[in-house]
């Protein structure tokens, strides 16, 4: 027993190392990739950037449920925590790096990146996307 959970603590902090430094150097060469394509920073950031740190909890997920028996916690625990993890750390990193200034600056580049997450939101979950803590609204000009 003892000798199974120092494996497993072992493989496991090894892994999270891995994939906090490939995550540091995707984003080093999704911005290259922006830049260098003209494919913007934005649709870099928002759809191939996104799709690829997804692939960790996506593979979770499924070795998840391959257990034996299945673990469909495991799986629904991952995708709910990574969610609040992400929405910590955007919070965090909007508070160390010009607060509102920050964010103001990401809104008004990101209102049809928005307005997609707000349309699938509304069309998966319609009590979700009318709560009251959605303050976003697309403007006029959109």
């Known amino acids: ?3 199974e959970l120092t494996v ?15 995550g540091a150097k995707l984003a080093v060469y999704g911005d290259a990739l922006a830049t260098l394509t003209g494919w913007g920073r934005l649709f870099v950031g928002s759809l191939l ?7 960790p909890e996506l593979s979770t997920n499924i070795s998840a449920v391959q257990l034996d028996p299945p673990n469909p916690e495991l799986a629904v625990g991952n995708v709910f925590g990574a969610n609040m ?8 990193v909007a508070l160390a790096f010009g607060g509102k200034r920050f964010l103001v600056q990401v809104a008004t580049s990101s209102a049809p990146t928005c307005s997609i997450c707000l349309l699938w939101l509304r069309w ?13 609204r697309p403007s006029k000009a959109i």
């Open 49 to 55: 950037v996104a799709l690829a740190t997804s692939l």
């Open 1 to 3: 027993m003892g000798g």
């Open 124 to 136: 998966r979950w319609p009590s979700a996307a009318s709560a009251s803590w959605c303050r976003w």
């Open 85 to 92: 993890l992400n929405m910590f750390t955007l919070a965090a």
């Open 8 to 22: 497993a603590i072992a493989v496991f902090l090894a892994s999270a190392v891995l994939v906090m430094f490939c």
